[in-house]
């Protein structure tokens, strides 16, 4: 034990000593840590999490291949290990005193852009500090034990730099931590899940991002501990105190073997795409992590107020203030600024009657891929600006993955909700005209221009086919005369029923209760604050109000003087994210 001390305390100070170490330990992640969180505007949230996970990587792959492994061919060539072997002392000291003296610099670094990203750039302090510092620690001394390994397989400094370099490169830029995963080919991300790396980044952002415990990424606990075990192991062996040893160029293979559980972790990954889909969730927590400022608009709250002219700042996925008048700066509050003068921010609306396995064409045929079209309509709803749906008579083993794959950040659409609603009571008007038009053989509700937007285009062509072909024999009188207002009025389409495709509905819903003598208030408030009560979310949804999640519409215009300005959609933010509504419906 005193000889692994001493070796301890000899290179931590050779390493006080040595101005590059300490440069490469810290100034160096410094300057790359600020620069990153400048391009990448951090201060506004979400991204900052992305750069403090890359300089960690970054710091543990370069502490771990060049701190340790070129320095030890060093030592060799310089004659430093020669004199150690005349001691006489074995190599285990040696080896685990280059690991724990890396960790010693290494945690310190660490700790420190965790401190920064938290106080300057707001990133919350870890939870589940105590597991990001195990991983941390599993880390760097897993990658050190590996860069001691090349430098026993390899001849000379030339050598062990390029063999390190095939190893550092993919795994800084194809692990995550430099290039969202999610943004490479998918022959790539197969790649990258037979890399180290990878393990680390999805464990550090799940860690930092979402609270989880060190259990959630065992995968990396358990691959990066068998890699520390076998790497100083096979290092004692094959460990060499002169250049002038020798060896076989085929000794580079022991590399093979310490990856060895990443190899076989790789191949599972490559069958099931579990890291790829956790990868795809925390992107899209970080995103929703951003800090927003709507400014200057005219806001619907939901419950029947409205603030003329004001702004909602939204932060970590939530509102978290609504301001009645001016708003500071964005530049004061770290926020994106979103200028929406002219403009009616209002709750996500909400559909409380859908059957989402039928496509709303005619005939009403089922889809060959019912899981794949329930998607789609789920995708064409929030598209359209509803962000929640309540589905009625789906099969529950297609409702549940859809359903499980949105709460989880999987995949992008409207919230699913189940169950009845006593003592509602639905007109359900565009369902009626719908049947109407069928009657008369119309195409009109397939006219109008959030349906063109919305609704897959196959679709509507085979609808108008189908219409034009042959003659509805049903004939159904729809309900006339004013809607009378009462506390059971709820809003519902019915859509998925013939000429009544997923998404836009609403719209016309709310466009036909108003001709109906409902006041555009009484309307909007059914579609957002009366329906997420109704759903038993009240408190979480359909209003804007601080701690609500930020789920909101921005449209053109004034829905309280025009009702048909809620199908300008000029912005949907789900959950704290800005949905890109343009590339949405090819989203697979």
Known sequence: MRSYLAHIAINLKLTARDRLVLFFNYAFPLAFFFVFAQSFEARQGGAITQVATMVLILGALGGGFFGAGIRAVQDRELGILRRFKVAPISAAPILVASMVTGWLNYIPAAALIVGLSHLLYGMPFPQRWLSLLVLLSLAIVSFRSVGLIVASVVNSVQESQILIQLLYLPMLFLSGATFPLTMLPVWLQVVAQFLPATYLYTGLQGIMIRNESLAASWQAVAGLAITLLLATLISVKLFRWEKEEKVRASAKLWLAAVLLPFLLLGGWQAYSRENVTKAKILLRDMSRGRTLL???????????????????????????????????????????????????????????????????????????????????????????????????????????????????????????????????????????????????????????????????????????????????????????????????????????????????????????????????????????????????????????????????????????????????????????????????????
């Not at 109407?436 to 609808?463: D, G, K, T, Y």
């Not at 199908?567 to 343009?582: C, K, P, W, Y």
Request: with cysteine; proline share 8%.
């Open 294 to 588: 709507i400014r200057d608009a005219r806001i619907f709250v939901g419950d029947g107020r409205v603030v003329e002219t004001g702004a909602v700042l939204i932060r970590r996925g939530r509102i978290e203030r609504v301001y009645a008048g001016p708003a500071p700066p964005a530049e004061s509050l770290n926020a994106e600024s979103i200028e929406a003068s002219g403009k009616t921010v209002l709750p996500g609306f909400i559909d409380l009657r859908v059957s989402l396995a039928q496509p709303g064409g005619f005939p009403n045929q089922p889809p060959a891929d019912p899981l794949k079209a329930i998607r789609r309509a789920l995708r064409a709803y929030l598209y359209c600006g509803v962000t929640a749906v309540r589905s009625v008579g789906d099969p529950p083993e297609l409702l549940a993955p859809a359903a499980r794959d949105i709460r989880s950040g999987m995949r992008l659409g409207a919230e699913v909700f189940t169950g009845e609603l006593s003592g509602a009571r639905m007109p359900m008007l565009a369902a009626a005209e719908a049947r109407r038009c069928a009657e008369a053989r119309s195409a009109a509700p397939l006219e109008r221009s959030l349906v063109q937007q919305a609704v897959p285009l196959a679709l509507i062509e085979s609808a108008k086919r189908w219409l034009s072909s042959r003659a509805v024999a049903e004939r159904l009188e729809p309900p006339g005369g004013a809607i009378e207002l009462t506390r059971e009025l709820a809003l519902g389409t019915g859509s998925g029923a013939p000429l009544l495709p997923h998404g836009p509905a609403l719209h016309r819903e709310l466009q036909l209760w108003v001709a109906a003598g409902v006041p555009a208030a009484i309307a909007l408030q059914s579609a957002t604050f009366d329906a997420a009560r109704r759903l038993n979310a009240g408190g979480r949804i359909g209003a804007i109000a601080p701690e609500y999640e930020a789920t909101l519409v921005v449209v053109d215009g004034n829905p309280l003087q025009d009702i048909s300005a809620t199908e300008r959609i000029s912005l949907v933010i789900f959950r704290g994210e800005r949905i890109a509504r343009s590339q949405m419906l090819q989203e697979e």
